[in-house]
């Protein structure tokens, strides 16, 4: 049976796989970028969690990386629309079908990367912010 952080995790996931451009989870980057876009799930951190007792539970603000990434001359609007898609996707549902008390992501930093022989990438990382509380740090 998976965890209750494995649980969000998919969860988020199978939400960012709904939209147009190739969701992975955990992957190297492709050597091709998809025409609509590519978007990497990275299982981030956990952080130190705040307890509370009685009952004992572990409240956490996990930090998950999605790694964004579009290629071609219209890279600019398209890092826009698959953020937008990202943003919209997320507020549709912040609890994740309540397996979390709150998700939000925060603003990504792009960064346009040159590639030898191709169009270059417009890429960045969006830290993702998963509110949950369990009765298990391994639960």
Do not use: N
């Not at 709904?18 to 981030?44: C, F, K, Q, W, Y």
């Amino acid at each position: 049976m998976p965890t209750h952080r494995e649980t969000i995790l998919a969860a988020l996931h199978s939400r960012l796989s709904a939209l147009p451009a190739t969701a992975l989870r955990g992957e190297v980057l492709p050597e091709r970028v998809p025409a609509d876009g590519l978007l990497i799930l990275r299982d981030g951190e956990p952080g130190e969690p705040e307890v509370t007792l009685s009952p004992l539970a572990y409240h956490y603000q996990h930090r998950a990386e999605i790694e964004a990434v579009v290629q071609g001359a219209e890279r600019d609007a398209g890092f826009d629309t698959l953020c937008s898609s990202i943003s919209t996707s997320l507020a549709t549902d912040r609890t994740l079908g309540g397996l979390c008390d709150w998700v939000e992501a925060e603003a990504p930093r792009p960064v346009d990367l040159p590639v030898e022989g191709a169009a270059s990438l417009k890429a960045a990382v969006i830290p993702v912010i998963l509110h949950y509380t369990t009765a298990d740090p391994l639960g």
